[in-house]
T-cell receptor, first 116, second 112 residues
Framework: GAVVSQHPSRVICKSGTSVKIECRSL??????MFWYRQFPKQSLMLMAT?????????EQGVEKDKFLINHASLTLSTLTVTSAHPEDSSFYIC????????????FGQGTRLTVV | KQEVTQIPAALSVPEGENLVLNCSFT??????LQWFRQDPGKGLTSLLL?????REQTSGRLNASLDKSSGRSTLYIAASQPGDSATYLC???????????FGAGTTVTVRA
């Protein structure tokens, strides 16, 4: 299957600082990538859809000024958590699709963010 | 809004036993359904993808069925092994966009 690489896998930051998470499609081009957040023992919640060359589409309740998404190329999307607070601590996962709507979604390894 | 439910939330079986994991969804207008495996602290690994026109998919010891009209899918894992211990998530894709709706998962423990 297609490979999606996410970096870093773990990050600890201080309150008030910003953290950038990268999501790369290694062997395919992804015009659309997705960012999810997962709380312990809960399902993945879609935060936003990242579109190459245009603005991201955010789900209801997700602060776009806090979670900045940039999709500057067909293989890279970044999520920046700005002015992080302890409540932002979570597991963030990105996903990309190959081809059209009917194809599989492939996921990155996830990033465990801890804000202290 | 699509609601996806997975029952049970957790399951513990002895090695060798067959596993049956259930997934139900409220809106039958789906494009496809995908089963994933997630190990602790890791991302998701795609196991099986079933298109809405299909009734089942098989890969090795894994078999997934889909009954779209009743809003159900079942993942069968034959002859379970300790390495099968993980959380299994199902996700459905809506017909009109790319988005996936996930269940909360079933955490499986296979005892040696």
């Amino acid at each position: 299957g297609a490979v999606v690489s996410q970096h870093p896998s773990r990050v600890i930051c201080k309150s008030g600082t910003s953290v950038k998470i990268e999501c790369r499609s290694l062997d395919f081009q992804a015009t659309t990538m997705f960012w999810y957040r997962q709380f312990p023992k809960q399902s993945l919640m879609l935060m936003a859809t990242s579109n190459e060359g245009s603005k991201a589409t955010y789900e209801q309740g997700v602060e776009k000024d806090k979670f900045l998404i940039n999709h500057a190329s067909l293989t890279l999307s970044t999520l920046t958590v700005t002015s992080a607070h302890p409540e932002d601590s979570s597991f963030y996962i990105c996903s990309a699709r190959v081809g059209n709507r009917g194809t599989e979604a492939f996921f990155g390894q996830g990033t465990r963010l801890t804000v202290v | 809004k699509q609601e996806v439910t997975q029952i049970p939330a957790a399951l513990s079986v002895p090695e060798g036993e067959n596993l049956v994991l259930n997934c139900s969804f409220t809106d039958s207008a789906i494009y496809n359904l995908q089963w994933f495996r997630q190990d602790p602290g890791k991302g998701l690994t795609s196991l099986l993808l079933i298109q809405s026109s299909q009734r089942e998919q098989t890969s090795g010891r894994l078999n997934a069925s889909l009954d779209k009209s009743s809003g159900r899918s079942t993942l069968y894992i034959a002859a379970s092994q300790p390495g099968d211990s993980a959380t299994y998530l199902c996700a459905v894709k809506r017909s009109n966009d790319y988005k996936l709706s996930f269940g909360a998962g079933t955490t499986v423990t296979v005892r040696a």
